[in-house]
């Protein structure tokens, strides 16, 4: 029998009662935290290495979709978002394959989202499941000008396009970025913007004094780096301020090592 770690993360208390008792039915499920918000999301994420996670996507403060864009790859558990979508995100997840279940759940519902979740956790990668999340939110954002070629003289700047708004992010202010897929998550101000780039392209375009690459999928801004927490096998994390723990691989061990022998 396959167990399965599992996180629940609903901020009603009934509905977060109600997802455990039909969850507890299933004999693969071992529930390892309940969350009701964001922010306890993405603790529980980083401490428990789950396989799945059952997230509200409609949450005050960080949302479901905030959670998702927040954590990186390596540390993020098969999503199955449970909610009451509109019928233009529904359409979205539909095209991109993201799991979700429509409020009120039932059991069947239940049921057939664990033997999904079963079937592609066998199948694919963690990177995987981000990249067909963030596909499906750049298919909600319809108005978002891709398309457009807009010039900027500020070349220390990141341009991102959101919707009918740009934004200019100054370089210092950017936490870490991480790749997902043919996207680009930009932490930054305690906000996650997404652009559509590879990583490769847009580390191009950083500074290379502040930015590092430390994972074949994350770059950091050095400036941001509280802690270096030793791992197994040559690895070890990265702490960036009190919700972001960056895994370092072994390829790229040497990058941080040299940087805390200059004395940083």
């Not at 918000?37 to 509200?56: K, T, Y």
């Not at 540390?75 to 095209?95: R, S």
């Not at 799991?99 to 066998?122: G, S, T, V």
Request: charged share 30%; net charge negative; hydrophobic share 40%.
């Amino acid at each position: 029998m396959t167990t399965i770690k599992t996180i629940i993360v609903d901020d009603e208390p009934l509905a977060l009662g109600l997802l455990k008792s039909k969850l507890s039915k299933n004999p693969n499920i071992e529930i390892v935290c309940q969350c009701r918000n964001g922010r306890e999301a993405i603790d529980a994420a980083l401490s428990h290495r789950a396989d799945l996670m059952f997230l509200d996507i409609q949450m005050p403060g960080l949302d479901g979709l905030d959670v998702v864009q927040q954590l990186q790859s390596d540390e993020m558990p098969l999503i199955v978002f449970t909610t009451a979508f509109e019928q233009y995100a529904i359409n979205a997840f539909d095209l991109h394959a993201v799991d979700y279940i429509l409020k009120p759940i039932d059991q069947e519902r239940i049921d057939r989202a664990i033997e999904r979740a079963i079937e592609r956790l066998d199948k694919e990668e963690n990177g995987q499941f981000k990249s067909g999340i963030l596909n499906a939110i750049n298919s909600m954002n319809a108005h978002q000008a891709d398309t457009e070629n807009v010039s900027f003289n500020e070349k220390r700047k990141i341009v991102i396009r959101d919707r009918e708004e740009i934004t200019l992010l100054n370089q210092p202010d950017i936490a870490w970025l991480e790749a997902a897929g043919d996207y680009v998550c930009v932490h930054a101000n305690g906000e996650t913007h997404i652009k559509r780039t590879t990583l490769k392209e847009l580390l191009n375009e950083l500074d290379p004094t502040l930015f590092k690459r430390v994972h074949r999928s994350t770059i950091v801004n050095l400036n941001y780096i509280e802690k270096v927490v030793p791992h197994t096998k040559g690895e070890f994390f990265l702490i960036l301020g009190e919700h972001h723990k960056i895994k370092v691989s072994r390829n790229y061990r040497n990058v941080i090592k040299d940087y805390l022998q200059d004395g940083a």
